[in-house]
């Protein structure tokens, strides 16, 4: 049976009228300093609550959608981009590694498995065929996917080291920039007139067979395989030269 913590029962069915012996009850009233705060006086008592608690001053936080892509949020909290894994710098030096295969090679810049890029340049050449009358994103991104799963299942049983998955998606997808210029060059020739297209698509694969061949080598320290390498690499550029072509 529930009753009450101030009273006795024994007090309360015996007829004593005194009820409150033993007990004092403490009135105040109390007010919500957030209710009555207002502006000025409202950021004060919050200025003064985080430096009495911190020892430092609130700090000024930006709000709005452009503090998103900047540094413009809370202290040191880093820009969206680099949450998200863009790094921009790497993206160049992968690039231009891909333009000049013949460059000796950074292999701290092939650490993370930088995605960026390889989307990017997808993308690019899906576009390219389409404005060319020719709609293979189904086909370019199942071919990716496929010959990138079977480069990377044959470089680690090739390898003793081995390689992540995503390296080899981030290596074959740069490696993929000679394919997107072939693509761009699609737009204002017909590569299926005559031999042109053959002619034109060598090229190309041969550039992004040399150079992803080279980072994987220099990756994964195989130098007496690079014809190993290059085989299997060569087969996944030439079929993006033949979505390319035809």
């Not at 340049?121 to 496929?146: E, H, M, N, P």
């Not at 079977?150 to 490696?175: F, K, P």
Request: aromatic letters at 12%; glycine letters at 10%; a negative charge.
């Amino acid at each position: 049976m529930a009753h009450s913590v101030l009273f006795d029962q024994s007090q309360m069915y015996s007829g004593n009228s005194n009820l409150n012996d033993g007990l004092e009850f403490y009135q105040t009233q109390y007010t919500d300093p957030s209710s009555t705060a207002t502006g000025a006086g409202a950021q004060g008592s919050a200025d003064d609550f985080y430096a009495s608690s911190y020892g430092t001053s609130m700090p000024i936080v930006e709000r709005s959608w452009l503090a998103a892509f900047g540094t413009g949020g809370f202290p040191n909290e880093p820009p969206l981009m680099e949450e998200l894994g863009i790094n921009f710098q790497h993206i160049k030096s992968k690039t231009l590694a891909v333009l000049n295969p013949f460059k000796p090679l950074d292999t701290k810049i092939y650490d993370d498995s930088d995605m960026a890029g390889p989307l990017l340049f997808i993308l690019v050449l899906g576009t390219f065929l389409l404005l060319s009358g020719k709609s293979q994103f189904g086909y370019i991104y199942g071919v990716a996917l496929l010959g990138t799963v079977g480069i990377w299942t044959i470089l680690n049983l090739m390898s003793q080291g081995g390689i992540e998955v995503m390296r080899t998606a981030s290596i074959l997808g740069y490696c993929l920039l000679p394919i997107v210029f072939l693509g761009s060059i699609g737009l204002g020739v017909d590569l299926k007139t005559g031999q042109l297209g053959t002619v034109a698509a060598i090229l190309p694969i041969v550039w992004s067979t040399y150079s992803s061949a080279t980072m994987f080598v220099t990756v994964l320290s195989m130098s007496e395989q690079r014809l190993l390498v290059a085989y299997p690499v060569c087969l996944f550029y030439t079929s993006f030269a033949l979505l390319t072509v035809f």
